[in-house]
């Protein structure tokens, strides 16, 4: 599965953008999609993830009420909408897709990984 991760930018505080994550090569519609982020000089974090079926949605803390990940099955996407953008949602988003019914919460449950989009929110 080869993953297309855009819609990355700069924004203002309080602004917008969705995200969308793409797949080539095969459908990763029976697949976990999550979204993750890394900020300079930090560790790579989990921000939402959905399953395959939809019906399981993870938030990390900071995110939820903010941002929301949905799919796309005919169109082979998962989004992910982040409103409300703070300075310290800054960082280069990545998806990636993990096998399986359960959601992982760690990187190291996730096989694919799309090349990253830069999200840049401004004070």
């Known amino acids: 599965v080869q993953l297309q991760a855009s819609g990355g930018g700069l924004v203002q505080a309080g602004g917008s953008l969705r995200l969308s994550c793409t797949a080539s090569g095969r459908t990763f519609n029976t697949y976990v999609v999550g979204w993750f982020r890394q900020a300079p000089g930090k560790e790579r974090e989990i921000v939402a993830a959905i399953s395959w079926r939809g019906d399981n949605i993870y938030y990390e803390d900071s995110v939820k009420g903010r941002f929301s990940i949905s799919r796309d099955y005919a169109k082979n996407s998962v989004y992910l909408q982040m409103n409300s953008l703070k300075p310290e949602d800054t960082a280069v988003y990545y998806c990636?897709?993990?096998?399986?019914?359960?959601?992982?919460?760690?990187?190291?449950?996730?096989?694919?990984w799309g090349q990253g989009t830069l999200v840049t929110v401004s004070s």
């Open positions: 990636a897709t993990a096998k399986g019914i359960a959601v992982p919460y760690s990187s190291r449950g996730y096989d694919y």
